[in-house]
């Protein structure tokens, strides 16, 4: 059976709809074009790839704070997605457990975008996130994780690292951000995307440079932590992005479809509640 026609689930997303839910108007970017990614697209590019269920991630792009659009396709997914939410850094316990009870398993910080320094303020977002067993959902990139390791280890959050961490490719698996990462992994203490290789490579598709990392993280983490996402629509791609080439990648990084089945469908099962739904 090819990647293609095995279920799988995909862990990060974005819904954008702008006939429907307007933009902010402060948002530093607003996508266009192939960028606009409404429900109704993103569920035939489900059925073509055989993929079950999605975690729907809340783009800093055109939304920011606004979760309309994504808690609206949670509510009309009949149990195929999970959100993760981008919120204010004051947002109470109470806005937070409503966002649990719609659907939504994590908040998302973006210090690619932000920076560091607009989390400083956010301890107890995080200690209440770890009291309602929501995980922080970083995406960083070069040692930015390190400057997130206090909390971290103060707070004790459900960690969830995207798109590999996002090392940089000049300063090569030794640096210090990626192998925080692994240390990570290897304690158990978190969960990474295997996924962004175009934001981590210096060479164009298949970014075989990119490569090595991912197979760093596989062995660190195991495949038990590990998760398979595409990023669609591809907001802000540097080249063009294709949603089958991607799945093969993910089958020359993971040949065996026992162990892909691990990565693609049982781990985020476990971590984000998926249900079967074919019973």
């Not at 210090?111 to 995080?126: C, E, I, K, Q």
């Not at 440079?209 to 802000?236: G, M, N, R, Y």
Request: charged fraction near 25%.
């Amino acid at each position: 059976m090819s990647i293609v026609d095995e279920p799988k689930i995909d862990c990060h997303v974005h819904v954008l709809d702008p006939a429907r839910f307007p933009y902010r108007p402060d948002t530093a970017y607003r996508p266009s074009g192939q960028e606009i990614a409404p429900l109704e697209q993103l569920l035939p590019v489900m059925e073509t790839y055989g993929v079950t269920h999605a975690l729907l991630v809340g783009p800093n792009s055109g939304y920011g704070e606004d979760n309309s659009c994504m808690l609206d396709a949670l509510r009309r997914g009949r149990g195929r997605f999970k959100g993760v939410a981008v919120v204010p850094n004051d947002a109470s316990a109470g806005d937070l457990l409503r966002l649990k009870e719609a659907g939504v398993v994590g908040v998302a910080w973006n210090a690619t975008v932000n920076g560091v320094d607009f989390y400083r303020s956010a301890d107890a977002l995080v200690r209440r996130l770890t009291e309602l067993d929501l995980f922080l959902q970083l995406q960083v990139e070069g040692d930015q994780l390190d400057a997130f390791m206090p909390l971290i280890d103060s707070a004790r959050p459900r960690l969830l690292v995207d798109h590999c961490g996002r090392p940089l490719q000049a300063a090569g698996l030794g640096q210090s951000g990626f192998q925080t990462l692994l240390r990570l992994g290897r304690e158990g203490r978190a969960a990474v995307k295997l996924s962004g290789y175009a934001k981590l490579s210096d060479q164009p598709w298949p970014h075989r440079d990119a490569w090595p990392f991912a197979e760093a993280l596989v062995e660190a983490f195991t495949l038990d932590a590990c998760l398979w996402a595409s990023d669609w629509p591809f907001l802000k791609a540097p080249s063009r992005v294709d949603y089958g080439p991607l799945l093969v990648l993910a089958e020359r990084l993971v040949p065996d479809a026992a162990l892909r089945r691990r990565w693609l469908v049982d781990t985020p099962r476990r971590l984000f509640g998926f249900q079967d739904l074919t019973g």
